[in-house]
Structure formats: structure tokens, C-alpha cells
């Protein structure tokens, strides 16, 4: 991962869209046909309809490149065609019934692949958030799906004390076609966005709302692109919308703080057997910027710990104050490293345990604190802290050998801590 400061900047070129609707703004009004079943509340926040109208909902959606709004060229590859996806979105029908929220759309100049997107992009994005936080009910962000997880999961560190929700939403298919993903994918992302409880960053996606940084990309070519391994869905669509509110975290009362600035300086090691440590020395010796290494142990956190180059390099890179972080290659679970005795090695050389944490919310979580706190020694004990739901950090006490496949209480309405 690359810092960045100023990629994807506002301008004029920038397109901005509103679009007035006759929608009466009571969740419970229209539950029936929206088909929430877990909600009856009403909003407590009001603001002046652009049709007239008091106690209406908006929603801001953030356009910001990915396949939902691409087109097929000459050659038949799909890439982004500006204007083309908000005139679809004008176009809907769904967005004029009266049981929608209002809305409005900015659309990024230039629109990017998210392979192309890092830490400046996400910046851009929480800015965007700040600076209409206070004239809209939720927000919707359109971006491509390769590296939503890691965008997402930034979100949820630099927006402090969120207390609306923020959805990430994209498709495998682009609205140009046919046969599409991307149309009840965004219509579903506005209507939590304006409507849901759940005050945090999070990614809808096929059949399924996600807390944003337990998510992962699990398949390229699916529509059910997405998991959330280690932690049950927000909210499951079928013939009606179940949103688990056992899952809602407590609603901050301070305002909202948006961190500003990340220190991507991290680099992400993933362990093969017949790994040489030299790589590892020669990054910690020669490089001037590297802050945090994540390695990507087996099983529990598990690696060659017979090797002392390996663990002499890891050594060496905690006395030059770089944090090395340990997390699981399985998808499920997560490291714990004083389980076996070659885990407990590593964790005598200095490494950070990750706990069950995303391989993309424990980078972005280093950039976020990297970017916070000066002392590395203060990074790495912030690190196994949780400050957004990404992480439980309680161990549940069950039989070692069997696994509890109840939700554990700690990870229910946990603080939002910076």
C-alpha cells in the first residue's frame, strides 16, 4: 500500500445531481412495501425537502467509478462512461416511488477502476461525507469491487463516531446490461442507507447487508461476491428484508470526527513453506518508509519457527519500531498465538496478534493509526483494541476442540473508540 494525499480531488467538472421525490420519509409508513421487518422507528432528524416537504429522508450517493456504470468499447472491454450511470439512475422508475428517499449524486472526475484506488481516494470520500454530514440521512458509495473491502474498512477508522449509516455497494454486472446486479444492489444500498439503524460503514452486496471491515472479497465472478467470515451478516435480504438488530452498535453521542490522513506505509507477507527470511531482512534493513509488516501465518499463527533468520529479521524490524502483525491465511478463525509453541515464538519476537481481523481491515486499521499516534508501541497495543467492530477481542470460553456457532455477547453494542 501506497500514502496518498490527493488523488481523485473535487472539481468543477465534478456532476451533481438532485432529484426531488414524493416520499412521505416515515420508515414505518411504508414498511410493509419496502419489506423491513425489524425497524419501526422513525427519524428524529428532519431537514427542508427540495420538493417541499418536511421530515424527508436523503440520501447522498457518492459515484465513484467500478462496473456498475460501465460500458463495452470498440473492443469490447468495459470502462467508465461519464454521465452515463447517473442518467440511469434519473431514468429508474423505482427511484420515483413515493416510498423512496430523496436523493442526490456526485460523480467523480475522473471515474476509476478501484485497482486504481488508494488511500487518497478514500480520503476524498470522507471528506465528501463530512462536508454534507449534516444535510443527509445516510449515504450510498458506488466504487468497483476489487478493493471495496479495503476502502470500506478505512471508512469505518476515519469516520469517528459515525452515527449514520454509509453504504458501499458496486455490482459483477454493469447496468448496461440486460441481465444485472446492479440495479437491486443500489436500490436496496439507498434504502439502508436511509433507513437502517446501523450506525457504521458497511457493504451491500447481493442478498446481504456486511459490517464493512469484516468483509472480504471472496469471488470474482459471482453475484454473491462477498463474506463476512467471522461475523454474521447486518441484515439478509429474501422475499422480505430481516435486519439483525442484536448486531447494532451503540449510537454515538459526540459529533462526528473524520480523520483526514493515513499512513499506508504497510506491507503484507504472505508465508509459503520454503519461505526464505531473506526477503524480510532485506525490507527491514533497506527500507526508509516501511511502518507496519502483516504477515500471514498459518492456521492459528503458526509458521517456521526453527527458522532464526526469519525470527532475527522480525527482531529486527520491532527494534527499528516497525509493528509486525500476525493473521490467519483461513478464512475463518483467526491467530492466536499462544495456542502452539511455534505461535508462541513469534509472539516472543515481537509479533502482534490480529486476532480474527480481515487482511483488509488490519491494514487499513495500521494506516489509521499510523497516521494518529507517533509512538509504534502505542500502534500495536491499539491494534488488538477493538474501534469499529472489527475485531472480538474476547476469547469465548468453550471446549478447545468444539466451537460455540452462537454470536458472542462482546461483540454486541461495543463502543466506537478512536
Not at 468497483?144 to 458501499?168: C, I
Amino acid at each position: 500500500m501506497n500514502s496518498s494525499n490527493a488523488s481523485c480531488s473535487t472539481t468543477d467538472d465534478d456532476i451533481s445531481v438532485r432529484q426531488p421525490l414524493n416520499v412521505e420519509g416515515a420508515w414505518d409508513d411504508h414498511i410493509n412495501e419496502t419489506g423491513f421487518i425489524s425497524s419501526g422507528l422513525r427519524s428524529n432528524t428532519s431537514h427542508e425537502s427540495f420538493s417541499g416537504y418536511d421530515h424527508r429522508k436523503k440520501v447522498l450517493i457518492l459515484y465513484t467509478g467500478g462496473t456498475m456504470g460501465m460500458k463495452p468499447g470498440v473492443d469490447g472491454s468495459l470502462s467508465p462512461e461519464k454521465g452515463y450511470l447517473t442518467e440511469r439512475i434519473k431514468e429508474m422508475p423505482e427511484m420515483n416511488l413515493h416510498n423512496m428517499p430523496e436523493y442526490e449524486i456526485i460523480e467523480y472526475t475522473p471515474l476509476l477502476d478501484s485497482s486504481c484506488m488508494g488511500p487518497g481516494d478514500w480520503m476524498k470520500m470522507a471528506r465528501d461525507v463530512e462536508a454534507r454530514y449534516d444535510s443527509f440521512d445516510g449515504f450510498v458509495v458506488i466504487m468497483g469491487t476489487d478493493t471495496m473491502a479495503y476502502a470500506s474498512s478505512a471508512l469505518s477508522f476515519m469516520l469517528e463516531n459515525l452515527s449514520k449509516t454509509v453504504v458501499f455497494t458496486g455490482s459483477q454486472i454493469p447496468f448496461c446490461e440486460v441481465y444485472n446486479d446492479a440495479r437491486r444492489n443500489l436500490i436496496v444500498s439507498i434504502l439502508f442507507a436511509a433507513n437502517s439503524d446501523f450506525p457504521e460503514v458497511c457493504i451491500c452486496f447481493n442478498d446481504k447487508l456486511f459490517r464493512a471491515n469484516r468483509t472480504v472479497k471472496v469471488n470474482s465472478i459471482s453475484l454473491d461476491a462477498y463474506d463476512s467470515p467471522n461475523f454474521p451478516p447486518l441484515a439478509t435480504l429474501g422475499a422480505r428484508i430481516h435486519e439483525n438488530r442484536e448486531l447494532v452498535r451503540t449510537r454515538p453521542n459526540l459529533p462526528l470526527r473524520v480523520h483526514k490522513s493515513l499512513d499506508a506505509n504497510v506491507v503484507v507477507i504472505k508465508l509459503v513453506p520454503g519461505f526464505q527470511s531473506e526477503s524480510i531482512q532485506a525490507l527491514v534493513t533497506y527500507s526508509k518508509t516501511i511502518k507496519g509488516i502483516v504477515l500471514e501465518l498459518y492456521g492459528t499463527g503458526n509458521g517456521p519457527s526453527t527458522n532464526e533468520g526469519l525470527l532475527s529479521a522480525i527482531r529486527a524490524a520491532r527494534e527499528k519500531g516497525v509493528v509486525v502483525v500476525a493473521i490467519s491465511q483461513c478464512m475463518r478463525g483467526g491467530v492466536s498465538l499462544d495456542t502452539y509453541s511455534m505461535g508462541r515464538e513469534f509472539q516472543n519476537a515481537g509479533v502482534v496478534s490480529g486476532g480474527d481481523m480481515t487482511c483488509e481491515a488490519c491494514t487499513t486499521k495500521l494506516a489509521y493509526l499510523f497516521a494518529c499516534l507517533d509512538d509504534h508501541h502505542e500502534v500495536a497495543r491499539r491494534l488488538s483494541e477493538d474501534l469499529r467492530g472489527e475485531v472480538t477481542t474476547k476469547q469465548i470460553k468453550t471446549n478447545k476442540y468444539f466451537s460455540n456457532p452462537s454470536v458472542p455477547k462482546e461483540l454486541l453494542k461495543s463502543p466506537q473508540r478512536r
